[in-house]
């Protein structure tokens, strides 16, 4: 069987990925419909960005290099959006709360090294946890001295305080959501709402998101921390703007994006305050999980 010419194949890959960008900046704010979801969050900015410049150079038709060039100034404003470089925090000020989310891959009981990093903050949420034997779980409680931990279904808090009650909110299959209450000396009570979303981007969001939201809106110095496994410019988190703000949007260097590897795909791990707090800085780091450890300074708003 004869084979097309590479100029051919590339002109159609170029053609088709072009289709799919426009796609997803079309479904942008369409997330409650199931294939609109799909697309969306299958074409990050990123990829879009990479799919018009291919486009650009690989079809001559003037409609569809306009297209492309339609495209990649979209994609450059949204990367422009996430992208800062404001200059980090001098010194850390009295009063401040720290707090960070990860997504540790099911890998934290065999990455001891990374153990450490998880008592660096007053409140540190962990996601895909995975399973301890009770010798590593000594081993992990003892690297991270100062932290009383709570381990749930597949996932964990630890607070540099008191965790005084916690409660399951989720929803079987669809997403983790615990509620826990806690006490921490230079802060008082509050509460401090893990969530982790199913993956499965076909799934519906609607209840999931109402119900992390009610969970919260009770106390005005909720912190919530998870992984959502949806951008945080989904429809669902519109109703929350009265009620929460997004931490990541706070003052950083370089992408907000979290996943994955370091490149700026998606912002899945994400801190949501109530209007007690304002964030101060926010930071990334990476140890080895696919997904990018999100630290945020907090300081009670004013």
């Known amino acids: 069987m004869k084979r097309p010419p590479l100029a051919k194949l590339l002109r159609t890959v170029a053609v088709g990925g072009l289709l799919l960008a426009w796609l997803g900046i079309i479904c942008r704010g369409r997330d409650s419909w199931i294939v609109p979801a799909v697309i969306y969050y299958a074409t990050p900015w990123l990829l879009r960005l990479f799919a018009g410049l291919l486009a650009v150079f690989a079809v001559k038709h003037w409609g569809l290099r306009l297209m ?6 979209v994609s450059v404003i949204e990367g422009w959006h996430s992208f800062r470089l404001d ?3 001098a010194s850390i000020p009295a009063g401040t709360l720290q707090a960070a989310i990860y997504n540790t891959g099911r890998s934290l009981e065999g990455t001891p090294e990374v153990w450490p990093v998880m008592a660096e903050t007053d409140i540190t949420a962990v996601v895909e946890s995975g399973d301890f034997t009770d010798e590593k779980w000594a081993e992990f409680t003892a690297a991270t001295a100062g932290m009383e931990w709570q381990k749930f279904s597949g996932t964990m808090l630890g ?5 005084l009650s916690h409660e399951s ?3 079987w299959n669809f ?3 615990y509620r ?3 006490s921490l000396p230079a802060h008082g009570e509050l509460t401090v709402i893990v969530v982790d979303i199913d993956s499965q981007p076909w799934r ?3 209840k999931t998101m109402a119900g992390i939201l009610a969970a919260a809106k009770e106390d005005p110095k909720a912190i919530v921390l998870g992984d959502f496994n949806t951008p945080p410019e989904n429809q669902w988190c519109r109703s929350w703007q009265p009620t929460l703000t997004l931490a990541n949007n706070s003052p950083h260097r370089g992408f907000r994006e979290t996943w994955c590897y370091g490149l700026p795909l998606l912002t899945l791990d994400q801190i949501w305050l109530g209007k007690g707090w304002q964030a101060t800085w926010t930071e990334h780091s990476q140890h080895g999980s696919d997904h990018s450890r999100v630290k945020a300074l907090l300081a009670p708003a004013s």
Do not use: F, N, Q
């Open 68 to 73: 492309a060039a339609t495209c990649i100034l």
């Open 87 to 89: 200059p980090p925090p």
């Open 159 to 163: 607070v540099r305080g008191k965790i």
């Open 169 to 171: 909110l989720g929803l």
């Open 175 to 177: 997403y983790k959501c």
């Open 180 to 182: 826990c209450r806690v």
């Open 204 to 206: 519906p969001r609607e």
